[in-house]
């Protein structure tokens, strides 16, 4: 995944107060959502096209949201690569 749209950083849980400085205390700091729920969700976002939202708790007691871009280079070059890497794969 692609680095947190800079709108989404730094995040703030609206429980504790606790911030997330950057992408990384975002993951280090909080939970996954738990094998009941799916924590990521793939969006189609006005601003950068396709994104996927990542859902984490917060021990304060809230779910944050982040927002994360798709960064798969669509060029043709880019697809070959993607293949032979599921043929080395294989």
């Known amino acids: 995944m ?12 609206a ?3 606790r911030v997330y ?3 990384a205390d975002y993951f ?3 939970e996954a959502l738990g094998s009941r729920a799916s924590s990521i969700k793939a969006v189609n976002d006005d ?3 396709a994104c996927v939202e990542l859902y984490r708790n917060c021990s304060g007691g809230s779910t944050l ?4 871009s798709h960064r798969r280079d669509p060029t043709e ?3 070959e690569r993607r293949r032979r890497f599921g043929v ?3």
């Open 28 to 30: 280090r700091m909080t």
């Open 47 to 49: 601003i950068d096209g």
């Open 15 to 17: 429980c504790c107060g």
């Open 65 to 68: 949201l982040a927002l994360f």
């Open 21 to 23: 400085a950057c992408e």
């Open 2 to 13: 692609k680095a947190l749209r800079n709108a989404d950083v730094p995040k703030r849980c």
């Open 77 to 79: 070059a880019s697809n």
């Open 88 to 90: 080395l794969l294989d």
